[in-house]
């Protein structure tokens, strides 16, 4: 087998590998390039083979930097089948239509303030192009056995998100792994990744792998900043991603409440696309950790705001109460719109509760800065803001080596490390290196791997 790392190298994004013997081509992954300029530019080159040449498209999971450019694919006249478990294919049913969607209005913002080199901007696909694209999908269960070619493929859950997998490829009596992202062992939400089998390669995530997560109570840390708010009559404001972070937070909050840790107080979930994902969290409760009922309960307490009027008269009222919205970095959506209503409010508080992207408005003000800019307009930051730490859905790198050590991997076993910035794959390698004895590597971008 061979294998070509197209994505996922010395970044934390765009993860796309092309897995070869001498009768078939798979892209296990098939992820956007997100963050600084120079990598979203990747996305916009060819890929280095003829679409008619892959066989199938096989995805770890849902997140965009795994799965968004699927569509792309689709735009250039790839119609062969997107293997992923069934819990990925709803969510892609919800991400890659709103991915196309905020492409085609930003390229009409950028085409109507002049703001973009191109006279005529492009988006990298739009809505139409990623609904095609989801006819491409064909669903699985974990552990249940596909071939593409001379290639079986099984997937075991992974932790992480909802579908998300490890995905395993056999050929030729040899056999490789791909982790994609790895769940934590004692998540939430998530149950954990389940060991892997006998490997003779590991393609392993190293997003975490100069990192351990604190130690700190995420129930009392929350129970904290909302009590705090509520005392002071306030409003609290958690920008957040609609996939698994809102799910998470809805959990929590409902926990606290039900147990009195919490005052009873009005909480709006105020993301239409969080909304629609919570029903899928619901209709696959068997694969995380929280019950049918569990799920029902976040619509019994929560309400759920679909239409914009509905986002429009939460501003209205008098706190305190509790607004979940997107998007997690505060880069965009309604978030922005009740921060207008109340940053400048000294009672209320904006809860930060992911990993906040160096230069979004999210990082700024976790920075501490005093004024922001939102839809051309100076604002004060007079609300307090705090970080939620400890919600995570990576496994750090003690973690990830406890995981590898529970596994069936015979020493020796190559592993190549992905998924990482550059300190934190050298940091994963010298530490894995220390402590187990794997033979440990970090691939270039674009380079080749026989095994």
């Given amino acids: 087998m061979r294998i070509t790392f197209l994505g996922g190298t010395e970044t934390v994004t765009g ?34 083979l003829g679409i008619d040449d892959v066989d199938a498209v096989v995805l770890t999971h849902a997140h965009l930097d795994h799965s968004g450019f699927v569509p792309v694919l689709h735009k250039h006249g790839y119609r062969g089948p997107v293997w992923a478990h069934r819990a990925t294919s709803s969510l892609c049913s919800i991400l890659w ?14 085409s109507r303030h002049k703001l973009s080199k191109h006279e005529n901007p492009e988006p990298l696909y739009d809505e139409a192009t990623a609904q095609a694209a989801l006819k491409l999908l064909r669903s699985v269960e974990f552990s249940q056995k596909f ?23 056999s050929s030729g009596g040899k056999r490789v792994g791909f982790s994609g992202d790895v769940g934590r062992p004692q998540d939430i939400l998530m149950k954990p990744p389940q060991p892997l ?21 995420p129930f009392e840390q929350l129970a904290e900043v909302v009590n705090e708010t509520a005392k002071a009559g306030g409003v609290l404001m958690i920008p957040s991603f609609s ?12 926990t606290l409440m039900d147990d009195k840790r919490i005052p009873r107080m009005p909480i709006f979930l105020d993301s239409p696309m969080a909304i629609r994902v919570s029903d899928i ?25 679909m239409s914009v009027d509905e986002s ?15 998007s997690g970095m505060a880069t965009g959506g309604r978030i922005l719109h009740h921060f207008k209503h109340w940053l400048q409010d000294h009672r209320s508080t904006v809860l930060f509760a992911g990993h906040q992207a160096g230069g979004t408005r999210g990082a700024k003000m976790v920075q501490g800065v005093e004024r922001i800019k939102l839809h051309g307009e100076w604002l004060d930051v007079r609300a307090k803001v705090r970080n939620l730490d400890g919600l995570s859905g990576h496994a750090d790198y003690k973690e990830i080596e406890q995981w590898l050590r529970a596994s069936d991997l015979k020493a020796g076993t190559r592993i190549q490390l992905v998924h990482g910035e550059p300190d934190a794959l050298e940091a994963m390698r010298d530490h894995l290196q220390q402590t187990t004895q794997f033979d440990v590597d970090i691939p270039d971008y674009m380079s080749i791997l026989r095994f």
């Avoid at 001379?150 to 909802?162: K, Q, R, S, T």
């Avoid at 429009?312 to 997107?326: E, L, T, V």
């Fill in 15 to 48: 993860s796309r590998f092309l897995l070869e013997t001498e009768s078939t081509r798979v892209l296990v992954d098939c992820g956007l390039f997100q963050g600084y300029k120079w990598l979203r530019r990747r996305n916009w080159q060819p890929l280095p």
């Fill in 97 to 110: 239509p709103d991915s196309g969607r905020i492409q085609e209005e930003d390229a009409k913002y950028f």
């Fill in 147 to 169: 071939a593409v070619g001379d290639i079986e493929f099984e997937m075991l859950p992974a932790g992480h998100l909802l579908g998300a997998a490890c995905v395993i490829a």
């Fill in 197 to 217: 089998p006998e490997l003779d390669m590991l393609l392993l995530e190293a997003t975490y792998g100069d990192r351990l997560h604190n130690d700190e109570e």
């Fill in 243 to 254: 996939v698994g972070r809102a799910q998470l937070l809805q959990h929590m909050l409902v």
């Fill in 281 to 305: 969290y619901g209709e696959f409760h068997e694969h995380h950790r929280l019950t049918a009922e569990q799920c029902q309960r976040f619509e019994q307490v929560i309400q759920y705001t």
């Fill in 312 to 326: 429009k008269q939460i501003g209205n009222q008098a706190g305190p109460y509790i607004i979940i919205a997107g």
